[in-house]
């Protein structure tokens, strides 16, 4: 079946302006990831939802950083005010359940670069 | 795609020798642990999970050994192909929480 799916693949985005990332989970996924991966190192956990209740928003940087997930299944990452620091891959993972532990299933990501 | 591992280790080997990765996790109290694979411009990709109550796990090809006393995992590869060339991370998480904290990565290159 289709895998996680993230839209666009690429953005470039001037500094200041803001930009909307999608996700779209494997269908019938109650969880929901995102994280922020720096080139040439490990994906960072950015927040989590649980169908459509955001459990976990502790690995936002700034509250530049918003998501939600309305229906319980596409997800939008927003950032206001883009800035150069913000330039990374971010990934989407979405997962079966919640407690026990579930693989997660990681989207292609998206590569945001702020010039 | 970009390059995922510009600056990470890099471990190499020789096709058909048996590779074996390393990872120091942080959190004493996690009780899951996963190996990932990511090739350049894709997201990570599952290879294999072992739980706190173990201390080895084997899959296809590999096998997980996990030593808390030291808080060390390692990854092991038999049999190294081409399509194993890419970077590797280990991640850790605490079972109700389910978020991953991943660890900083190894490059692998395997030469034929």
Redesign the interface.
Known sequence: GAGVSQSPRYKVAKRGQDVALRCDPISGHVSLFWYQQALGQGPEFLTYFQNEAQLDKSGLPSDRFFAERPEGSVSTLKIQRTQQEDSAVYLCASSLGQGAPYEQYFGPGTRLTVT | ????????PTLSVQEGDNSIINCAYSNSASD?F?W?KQES??????II?I?SNMDKRQGQRVTVLLNKTVKHLSLQIAATQPGDSAVY?C?E?L???????????TRVLVKP
């Open positions: 795609g970009e390059s995922v591992g510009l600056h990470l899951y996963i990932y411009g894709k997201g990570p990709q599952f999970d739980r991370f991640a998480s079972r109700v929480v389910n978020k991953l904290t991943f660890g900083g990565g």
